[in-house]
């Protein structure tokens, strides 16, 4: 099969989307399909050779982050031209509407379209404000996707209409295989804990990390917090005073050594306060055997088993946080169990079984022509699907 897979976000600077789109490329390109991404990229970032770039990108604020996207006349061209050379069966659009290069390619493909949405918000005014420019573009995708139920609830409630639940997918075996670094794990006495994300960007919720470090300091004196991710650690220190020494800056990190991290640390931490619609580090981490401590999001919530794969705190409170970690690190046994639930929880969101219900919908439209249907969807995968 022949498969276009469009990024609204820049390579640039990659994210969940982004390492999404490649992960589901390359698994594709593994079973013989042929596969072509088009997305923004700088002309000297590296990128792989299925990645087509429509040029570099701006950033735009979109859905409570900063993001990277391209639009005008020159995108517009470049995505025509890989639309005609590719003679793709399915053209597979990631945030179709994204003031990107998505929604271009959106309104110029002939080929059945599959959509797929990633962001959860209970209320977004861009999309209500923007909702009579899109409408056109919903009657040309034949099928939609949601990462989760967060993510279908934005679709329903935004755009109508349904979409099939299919979660973002993991190489779990990739995690479960990585070698611990002897540097970054801990002892009874003085624990690790890691966390991954934008330092800069509130709602990854460093800052309530770094709140709950003097509490969980007062029992763990030798406690050593790994912080990784791109932006200015110093700010989010400022105010921990002696504590700041327990807080030792990665930086940027490769795939290989995020893999290692997990499989190094006591414990994970993901204390963002909101916009997720998944979690797919938690999901890394998971399958990496660490602990996962996370706020109780309902995108996390669910990826967690209301608490059966890891340890839920209340969202944006310190004070929850670091009881949650004292009572994780202090009941090795229960750590052990809910690893263990996650070892199998984790199954469910490895990609040979997300490609292949992926694979399914592409089966599906291209059975169908261009003709959006969703009936045949919720017969296939029943009404939501949820994993």
């Not at 600077?13 to 390359?26: K, M, N, S, T």
Request: hydrophobic share 45%; proline share 6%; charged share 20%.
């Amino acid at each position: 099969m022949r498969v276009g897979l469009v990024c609204p976000y820049s390579f640039d600077a990659p994210g969940g989307v982004q390492f999404h789109i490649r992960d589901l490329a390359e698994h594709l390109i593994g079973h013989g399909h042929h596969v072509s991404v088009l997305a923004p990229a700088d002309e000297d970032t590296e990128v792989p050779d299925y990645l087509v770039s429509v040029g570099g990108a701006v950033p735009v604020r979109y859905n409570g982050s900063v993001a990277r996207l391209s639009f005008g006349p020159a995108v517009s061209a470049r995505t025509a031209r890989w639309l005609a050379t590719g003679a793709f069966d399915v053209v597979h659009i990631h945030e179709p509407f994204a003031p990107s290069v998505g929604m271009i390619a959106l309104r110029r493909s002939e080929a059945p379209v599959v959509a797929t949405f990633h962001s959860a918000q209970e209320r977004s005014r861009a999309l209500q404000v923007a909702y009579p420019l899109v409408r056109p573009g919903l009657e040309q995708i034949s099928a939609r996707i949601a990462v989760s139920e967060d993510a279908r609830r934005t679709v329903v409630e935004h755009l109508g209409g349904d979409a099939v639940v299919i979660p973002n997918g993991v190489n779990t075996r990739y995690f479960a295989d990585a070698t611990p670094n002897p540097a970054w794990q801990g002892t009874p006495e003085r624990p690790t804990l890691a966390f991954l994300g934008r330092l800069d960007e509130p709602r990854k919720g460093l800052q309530v990390l770094m709140a709950a470090v003097p509490a969980i300091r007062a029992r763990y004196p030798g406690l050593r917090v790994l912080v990784a991710g791109r932006g200015d650690l110093a700010a989010a220190t400022a105010q921990l005073g002696e504590h700041a020494a327990a807080v030792e800056e990665l930086g940027a990190i490769s795939d290989a050594e995020k893999a290692a991290l997990f499989a190094s640390v006591d414990a994970y931490i993901a204390p963002q306060t909101g916009g997720e619609s998944f979690g797919i580090v938690l999901v890394e981490a998971m399958s990496a055997g660490t602990s996962v401590i996370a706020s109780d999001l309902n995108a996390f919530r669910r990826v967690l088993d209301d608490g059966g794969s890891g340890f839920l705190f209340s969202t944006g409170d310190p004070a929850s946080l670091a009881d949650t970690v004292l009572r994780t690190l202090g009941d090795p046994a229960e750590r052990g169990r809910r690893r263990a639930h996650a070892e199998t929880a984790v199954r469910r969101f490895d990609w040979d079984e997300v490609a292949a219900r992926i694979l399914d919908v592409y089966a599906m439209v291209t059975a169908h022509g261009s003709q959006p249907s969703t009936g045949w969807l919720r017969r296939l995968f029943g009404p939501r699907s949820a994993p």
